[in-house]
């Protein structure tokens, strides 16, 4: 074990975060949190590291193990080149190169002993230099340089001239050179394009140390992590296994915390059945049975119906009217700022329920492609034909759709003002903004915040063609899968921009690459994309298809067998039930008539003939005894059939 977690607790002014959460890393594991935005997982990280203290609890690193940490965001003030600040992560091995190459020199004119020691330092310090990798240590700064997105010529860049999303990307690539024993990266992939996630996923995967991320990209985590630790409700629960594993048994816990409340709920409606039938008897007997399962009622440990956050933010996107099959025709577009020249000659059509996902690396041109088609920026040349009956709703990354000063109700209210203030809040808490919330101003809210207010007024405009930039970016895990369902019902077309590969490969019906100035076309999801730029020359044989028939056709016998079977069973429960209820209505029938009788022979025994005419008096006791006898049979039979 290189880390343990031991029951760490941490609260803020605004109430717990953490509460007595215990988790451990082994050795060379990869590993991840996930949970809400403000869960607290990056509160986790650093507690880890030390950056802030826990109000209990104890953080357990392994001896001479040392920790790296990558922030969500890195603020780096130094007058170097960023070639000049992975430099200094060699500052061991460039001291031995630099004593090497004096040695070299001074060997040139020694002799006898002292060319003698010279050469015994040589070898020694030479023999060092090859452990720390010395020959390399210029190619594997130019290749995680490189790996991460920086080209050659961005080697010489001052630091202190670079965006936020670049600095992160020089400490991440400074972190990766130090090699520390635990590596802890907080969103390490916000500021990367598809090829830098993938150079990490492989970089982190094949690390010799162990790997702590906190991450909202659900393909990343599924390629690298073997544990995922989940932060809610401010406890952690592990899982083994990478994120769809744990999406799994998540549902599966999910499933059988609702199956458990709901068959408690539903032995709760039984018993209070069972009880008001009981005291329908009027009996003192079954009063006293009604009384007992009351008591037994009262003490039960009644569950709370447990509440999931999906289950109460709400999207539900209809479009107002059925456009056209036609919806856009790109034709000849091009487009440069100054001498960047973005792409050229782009053509493509997009027709009526199709869900397009546009990828590519970072500064290739994908938002502006967005923006002309809105309108938002002029083209060079080319032209854009929008379909017949075609009505743009359009999702901004940057969230310019969105008037800052507003608050989140007059957000709402100047877009949509025929909507009364209760509809208006209505929309608002399906997408978690209550009570007070809906009187923030949109400049005070978090970029997850946001997001969720835009996807709000998306749902209001009914638009049959949905333009999205980035619609997954801030948004947690929760938050994409709501939006995954929300599209895959949706029956309008789709086009977004998304370097979210996960809600790629389970939105997208086709895939446009730009790459190289132009657009490669893929009809499929992500999975595919990634199959066929690998292998674009595979081709199937026909034995395989054949095979891949059979199968199928395995598979259907299987499932109509099963079917079969199913109904089978289901035919043979409902007759078994029909035979419960009837024999429980013979008993109900029964214990009526026993209930008359019993009430007969009392009247029977008040009459004044019957009063001094013992022979008669003990024929009526004992058919009262008879009748007493069954009818407390007939009781424990009944609650025994009704349990």
């Not at 940490?69 to 890195?74: F, I, P, R, S, V």
Request: net charge negative; glycine share 6%.
């Amino acid at each position: 074990m290189i880390l343990s977690v031991n029951h760490i607790s941490k609260s803020f002014v605004t109430g717990p975060v953490l509460n007595d959460c215990s988790f451990h890393i082994e050795d060379r594991e990869k590993a991840a949190i996930v949970g809400l935005n403000g869960c607290g997982k990056s509160t986790m990280l650093k507690i880890i590291t030390g950056e802030i203290p826990s109000d209990e609890g104890e953080i357990i690193v392994a001896k001479d193990k040392k920790i790296g940490y990558l922030a969500q965001n890195q603020d780096i003030h130094c007058g170097s080149t960023i070639y000049e600040e992975m430099l200094k992560t060699k500052e061991h091995v460039i001291t031995l190169e630099n004593q090497l190459r004096n040695i070299e020199s001074e060997m040139k004119n020694a002799e006898g002993v002292k060319l003698e020691v010279l050469m015994d330092t040589y070898s020694k310090k030479n023999h060092e230099f090859e452990l720390a990798d010395g020959y390399s240590y210029k190619s594997e700064i130019t290749g995680v340089l490189k790996g991460l997105g920086f080209t050659e010529d961005d080697f010489d860049k001052k630091i202190s001239s670079l965006s936020g999303g670049q600095k992160t990307r020089v400490f991440l690539s400074r972190l990766l050179l130090v090699k520390p024993d635990i590596i802890l990266l907080d969103e390490p992939t916000n500021h990367l394009d598809m090829d830098s996630i993938t150079w990490l996923e492989s970089f982190l995967s094949n690390y010799n140390g162990a790997v702590l991320i906190v991450s909202h990209d659900r393909y990343f985590l599924d390629r690298i992590v073997t544990q995922v630790i989940e932060i809610e409700n401010h406890v952690a629960c592990s899982y083994k296994g990478n994120y769809s594993d744990f999406a799994e048994k998540k549902a599966q816990i999910r499933d059988a915390q609702m199956k458990h409340y709901y068959n408690q709920q539903r032995e709760i409606k039984h018993q209070e059945d069972v009880i008001q039938k009981l005291k329908s008897f009027n009996r003192e007997k079954s009063i006293k049975r009604a009384e007992s399962r009351e008591k037994m009622l009262n003490k039960m440990d009644v569950l709370d119906k447990p509440v999931f956050v999906d289950s109460e933010m709400h999207l539900n996107l209809t479009p107002q009217i059925v456009s056209g099959n036609d919806v856009l025709h790109v034709e000849n577009l091009s487009k440069s700022y100054g001498e960047k020249h973005l792409f050229s000659d782009i053509n493509f059509d997009i027709k009526r329920g199709e869900k397009v996902a546009i990828i590519g690396g970072n500064g290739t041109g994908k938002t502006t492609i967005l923006k002309i088609i809105n309108e938002l920026t002029d083209a060079d040349s080319g032209e854009i034909h929008i379909g017949s009956k075609v009505d743009i709703g359009y999702y901004d990354q940057e969230h310019h759709v969105l008037t800052m000063e507003n608050t989140l109700f007059e957000e709402i209210s100047d877009a949509y003002p025929d909507m009364t203030n209760t509809e208006i809040r209505n929309v608002l808490a399906a997408f978690l903004f209550t009570g007070d919330d809906v009187f923030k101003r949109v400049k005070d809210l978090s970029g997850g915040e946001r997001g969720r207010l835009s996807l709000a007024k998306l749902m209001l405009s009914k638009s049959n063609f949905l333009i999205l930039d980035e619609p997954t970016n801030h948004l947690d895990i929760t938050s994409k899968e709501i939006l995954e369902n929300a599209l895959n019902n949706y029956s309008g077309t789709v086009l977004y921009v998304s370097h979210d590969r996960y809600f790629i490969n389970k939105t997208a019906t086709r895939i446009m690459d730009l790459n190289n100035h132009t657009l490669i076309n893929y009809i499929g999801n992500y999975d595919y994309y990634m199959e066929k730029k690998e292998e674009l020359t595979k081709i199937y044989s026909s034995n395989s298809m054949v095979s891949s028939s059979s199968t199928a056709t395995t598979v259907s016998e299987t499932t109509d067998s099963s079917g079969k079977n199913d109904w089978k069973n289901q035919k043979e429960e409902q007759a078994k039930q029909r035979k419960l209820k009837n024999e429980i209505k013979k008993i109900e029938t029964r214990i009526a008539e026993l209930e008359d009788q019993i009430a007969d022979i009392d009247r029977q025994f008040a009459l004044p003939e019957n009063s001094t005419n013992v022979g008669k008096l003990s024929e009526l006791q004992k058919e009262k005894d008879c009748a007493d006898e069954e009818l407390t049979d007939l009781y424990d039979k009944w609650e025994e059939l009704c349990s």
